[in-house]
């Protein structure tokens, strides 16, 4: 069984940063994506930022130039850089994982979530 593991959410100010990480384990062939969604209160889930298997990475317009999504592959690990936060960027994050099994079945696996809040 697959899992997700995030950290480095929590609280900050207007213009600060914070980096978010997330490692899956277990039985994985490839992964296809891993990216970043987030949950507002009252509010859909969104995209925030993704990176693919090819290397390519895909933003939200509101994050675009203060976000940057990166990954450690050898670790499984995908990590957010969170810059100039905005109060609007207040929302849990989740992680997303979409990703090949041994059995070569596609499966789409979601993280706890990481509460981040930007104060004004």
């Known amino acids: 069984q697959v899992q997700l593991v995030e950290s480095g959410g929590g609280q900050v100010q207007a213009g600060g940063s914070l980096r978010l990480s997330c490692t899956a384990s277990g039985s994985i062939f490839s992964i296809s994506a891993m990216g970043w969604y987030r949950q507002a209160p009252g509010k859909q889930r969104e995209l925030v930022a993704v990176?693919?298997?090819?290397?390519?990475?895909k933003y939200a317009d509101s994050v675009k130039g203060r976000f940057t999504i990166s990954r450690d592959n050898a670790k499984n690990t995908v990590y957010l850089q969170m810059n100039s936060l905005k109060p609007e960027d207040t929302a849990v994050y989740y992680c997303k994982l979409d990703y090949y099994s041994r059995s070569y079945y596609f499966t789409t696996v979601w993280g706890q979530g990481t509460q981040v809040t930007v104060s004004s």
């Open positions: 990176s693919t298997s090819g290397g390519s990475a």
